[in-house]
C-alpha cells in the first residue's frame, strides 16, 4: 500500500510541475497587460518602473523561475491589478462558488436520482420515455443561452427572482454565506438552476440505466420470487447496488463544478471564483490567472488522489494491477 501510494503522490507532483510549466508560459507570453495598467499620460521612467516593480522585465524562464520558488513556499504571485495576493484574492471568492456549487449538486440529486428511478423502473412506458427524451434537452441546450432565458422568464417577463448578484451575506464562523437569508436565496436560484441542469441530466440518465440494468439482475428476481414487497426491492436491493457509480459520479461533478462555473457566473454576475477568472483574462492579471489554475488543478490531483487510495483500499486487485505492470 505505501508504494501504491507513494507511486500516486509521485504523479500528481509531477501533474501538477507539468501545468505550471504549460499554464506559466502560455499566460505570460500572451498580451502586454502594461497597456491595460499604465496610464497613457505616464511618463517613461513610471513605466519602466512598474515593469521592474511587476518582473516584467525579466526573461521569461527566470520569471518562471521566481514563480517556481515562491509556488514552492505557498506563494502564488501578485495581482497585477488588485495588489494583493492572488491567491488570497482567489480564496475570498471560494465561499460565493461554494454555496452556488452546493445548491446545484443538491437540486441535482434530489431531482436527478428520483426522475432517474422513474425512468428506469417505467423505461418501456410513455413515462419513463417522456423522461428520458426530456433528459437529452439538459445535454443539448448551451449553458450560457439557457441562463439567458432564465433571466428573461423569471427576472424580465414575471419578475419574480432577481437577475444577478448574490444578494446580503451573513457570516457565520468568519464565513460570508448568503444562504441563511430570504434575500439570499432569491439570488442564488436562477444561477444554482442553470448550474446543475446538465447534471441533473447526467444524474438522472445514470440513474436510469443502472435501475434497468438491476431489474434483470439475478437476485432481485430471487427476491420477487420470494414475495419481498416491491417497493422494499427497490429502496433497499435496487437503489442501494446502483448508487456506488453514481455517488463516484457526483463527487466527480462537485469538484468540476467548483473549477468551471465560469459561464454560470458572468451570466448571472455572481461574484465567485469563475467571474474572477473571467475579469482577470479580461484585464490580462497573469497571476490570478495562473494561480487560478494552479489552484483548480491541486483541488482535481487531490481528489483524484483521495478516490485512488480508496479504490486501493476497497479492492485489492487495485494494486496488483499496478504491480502486474
Not at 512598474?50 to 525579466?58: E, K, S, T
Not at 436520482?113 to 413515462?127: N, S
Not at 434483470?216 to 417497493?231: C, E, L, S, T
Request: with cysteine; hydrophobic share 55%; aromatic share 10%.
Amino acid at each position: 500500500m505505501s508504494v501504491f501510494i507513494l507511486r500516486r503522490l509521485l504523479q500528481s507532483l509531477f501533474v501538477l510541475l507539468a501545468v505550471s510549466i504549460v499554464v506559466f508560459f502560455a499566460v505570460y507570453t500572451v498580451g502586454d497587460p502594461l497597456e491595460l495598467l499604465v496610464s497613457p499620460s505616464a511618463s517613461q521612467a513610471e513605466r519602466e518602473a512598474l515593469i521592474a516593480r511587476l518582473g516584467l522585465d525579466l526573461p521569461i524562464w527566470q520569471q518562471y523561475g521566481s514563480f517556481f520558488w515562491r509556488m514552492l513556499h505557498g506563494d502564488l504571485g501578485i495581482s497585477f491589478v488588485h495588489g494583493i495576493p492572488a491567491s488570497s484574492l482567489i480564496l475570498s471568492r471560494f465561499p460565493a462558488t461554494l454555496e452556488l456549487v452546493l445548491v446545484a449538486m443538491f437540486l441535482t440529486c434530489t431531482i436527478g436520482i428520483p426522475l432517474g428511478m422513474v425512468a428506469g423502473l417505467h423505461r418501456e412506458q410513455r413515462l419513463g420515455r417522456g423522461i428520458l427524451a426530456g433528459s437529452v434537452l439538459g445535454f443539448s441546450l448551451p449553458n450560457f443561452w439557457q441562463g439567458m432565458v432564465l433571466i428573461l422568464l423569471f427576472a424580465v417577463w414575471l419578475g419574480w427572482l432577481p437577475a444577478s448578484g448574490r444578494g446580503p451575506t451573513v457570516t457565520v464562523l468568519g464565513v460570508p454565506l448568503s444562504l441563511f437569508s430570504s434575500e439570499g436565496w432569491s439570488h442564488i436560484i436562477l444561477p444554482a438552476v442553470n448550474l446543475a441542469i446538465a447534471n441533473i441530466a447526467l444524474i438522472l440518465r445514470m440513474t436510469a440505466a443502472g435501475v434497468s440494468e438491476a431489474m434483470h439482475q439475478d437476485y432481485v428476481k430471487f427476491a420477487r420470487a420470494k414475495g419481498i414487497n416491491p417497493n422494499r426491492i427497490v429502496y433497499r436491493h435496487i437503489l442501494r447496488n446502483i448508487m456506488i457509480p453514481v455517488i463516484t459520479v457526483i463527487g466527480i461533478e462537485f469538484g468540476t463544478l467548483i473549477a468551471y462555473s465560469t459561464i454560470t457566473e458572468t451570466v448571472f454576475s455572481w461574484p465567485g471564483m469563475g467571474k474572477l477568472l473571467i475579469d482577470s483574462v479580461y484585464q490580462l492579471d497573469r497571476p490570478v490567472i495562473v494561480a487560478y489554475v494552479m489552484l483548480v488543478t491541486l483541488l482535481f490531483v487531490l481528489i483524484n488522489l483521495v478516490v485512488d487510495i480508496l479504490y486501493a483500499v476497497l479492492d485489492p486487485r487495485v494494486q496488483l494491477t499496478e504491480q502486474s505492470h
